[in-house]
């Protein structure tokens, strides 16, 4: 199998948020071999630059150089280059290689630190800019390059235009900084304009879009995407890592570009460790008997969930067939509502405890799981204030606070209680995972059985 491989030209950000750190990460996210040829050191944190130290241009030159000549490059980007040194060097690197490059023209930081000295854009335009496949400056950059002022998307397309008479295939100018409820970026291209739309994301942490959103393009461009279809994903993975984005250290805080594959490989694992305990449920010859009139659904949470659309469960529920417990669909997500909020509710204070499964209420089971050991705590409907009963999906976790502080906050293996009117008595057995609920069942199944 091919691998993609993308090759990052640009300065270290000790802080994590942008820089090779977040070029590397996109790779990383989108399926790409990162390599990086470092131009600067910057000691930098969310709030801002206090050093920059300049590789020298020898060492700059011949991290490009090795890697090119064994391990090969399928796409380029370059971030801050700093110096009018830096940028001749790999500007002459550059003519040696044979590959998309896209230029993210870094000028000033986040942060307000200046990336490019003031003596060194002419050198960019002049030497760098012509080499370029797509070149992403924001509209600071782009007001400086086209020498045209940015305020709206009409002035994004006149400096596109202009810049594109500077040499380069294609020219993004991007939308972070102009005012407007979406974040719009034009790309330029063979003479047409597309525009490319998304959210406008109200946070602060937004340290790194200019690098994640330069990175995906090129790692696209490695895998021989269209430029206009590398935009697109590019757009759209830059405002999901801004979504993602994490809320550390007191000033802008870094995008997450690996957020989003991060929660679908947990997603896909729950799905997993559910589909082979529905299994064992079919397969067993005791589950049948727990399943109450309201019928039972077995759930599994992501780590750090948001809400019920981060839950698993069974749509439609388990249902009793013919003497056997039988799962009516595939587990999904969002497919749970009581018991999935009684995990949501239990994993804020215990965020292991991230699956259960709702069974029928009898004296037989509470006194198993009592012989068994574990930690069994109840809460009474009928005690429940109105201003909670009265408000839909409140009932719930009242029940599970009310039922942790009765036994002093200890981790609870199981929450039952008796019914109101019009209510069944309930149970609730919670475990780290689907299979380590049915384990404890099982072996609830087995005590009652012993004790008959
Ligand atoms: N708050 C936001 N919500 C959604 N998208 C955003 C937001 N801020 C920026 N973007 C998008 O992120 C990408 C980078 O744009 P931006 O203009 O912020 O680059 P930049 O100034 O070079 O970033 P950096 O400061 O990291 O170098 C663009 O696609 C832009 O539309
Ligand atoms: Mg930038």
Not at 147 to 159: L, P, S
Not at 224 to 243: C, D, L, M, N, R
Not at 369 to 386: C, F, H, M, Q
Request: glycine share 8%; hydrophobic share 40%.
């Amino acid at each position: 199998m091919k691998v993609p491989r993308a090759l990052t030209i640009a300065g270290s950000d000790s802080g994590g948020g942008a820089g090779i750190q977040a070029d590397l990460k996109t790779f990383a996210a989108l399926g790409v071999h990162g390599m990086s040829a470092v131009t600067a050191i910057t000691a930098q944190n969310t709030k801002t630059v206090t050093m920059i130290h300049d590789i020298p241009v020898e060492i700059v030159r011949e991290q490009i150089r090795v890697v090119v000549e064994d391990i090969g490059v399928d796409a380029v980007k370059t971030g801050m280059l700093h110096t009018v040194e830096i940028i001749s060097a790999v500007a002459d690197e550059l003519g040696k290689i044979n590959a998309p490059i896209v230029i993210d023209p870094v000028m000033i930081a986040k942060s307000g630190a200046r990336l490019l000295r003031e003596d060194a854009v002419n050198t960019l335009i002049e030497k760098l800019i012509p080499l370029a496949t797509v070149i992403t400056p924001n509209a600071r950059e782009a007001e400086a390059l086209a020498g045209t002022e940015i305020k709206d998307v009409d002035d994004q397309k006149k400096a596109a235009e202009k810049i594109s008479s500077l040499g380069p295939k294609a020219v993004v100018i991007k939308g972070g900084h102009v005012n407007g409820r979406e974040a719009v970026d034009i790309l330029y291209y063979q003479g047409e304009f597309k525009i490319y739309v998304e959210e406008r994301i109200d946070t602060k942490n937004t340290h790194g879009t200019g690098c994640t959103f330069a990175s995906a393009i090129a790692a696209q461009l490695a895998k021989g995407y269209s430029i206009p279809e590398a935009v697109q994903t590019a757009k759209e993975f830059v405002t999901s890592s801004i979504k993602y984005s994490l809320a550390i250290g007191g000033g802008h805080g870094p995008v997450n570009p690996t957020g989003k594959v991060v929660k679908e490989a947990e997603k896909f694992r729950v799905i997993e460790n559910l589909r082979n305990a529905v299994k064992i449920i079919e397969e067993s010859d005791w589950m049948a008997d727990f399943i109450p009139e309201s019928k039972s659904n077995l759930v599994m949470a992501i780590e750090d969930p948001e809400g019920l659309e981060d839950v698993a469960g069974i749509p439609g529920r388990i249902v009793k067939v013919d003497g056997k417990a039988k799962a009516s669909s595939c587990p999904w997500f969002n497919s749970s509502k009581h018991v999935a909020s009684a995990v949501l509710t239990l994993m804020k204070y215990y965020p292991n405890l991230r699956s259960a499964i709702n069974i029928k209420y009898n004296e037989e089971v509470i006194s198993a799981a009592k012989k068994l050991g574990y930690v069994i705590t109840s809460y009474d409907r009928r005690e429940e204030p109105p201003e909670i009963k009265h408000v839909e999906g409140k009932t719930i976790p009242w029940g599970v606070k009310t039922a942790l502080e009765k036994i002093g906050w200890r981790a609870p293996d199981l929450i039952y209680h008796l019914g109101d009117w019009g209510k069944e008595p309930m149970v609730i057995l919670f475990g780290e995972d689907a299979l380590t609920v049915l384990e404890k069942l099982e072996k609830i199944s087995k005590t009652m059985r012993d004790n008959r």
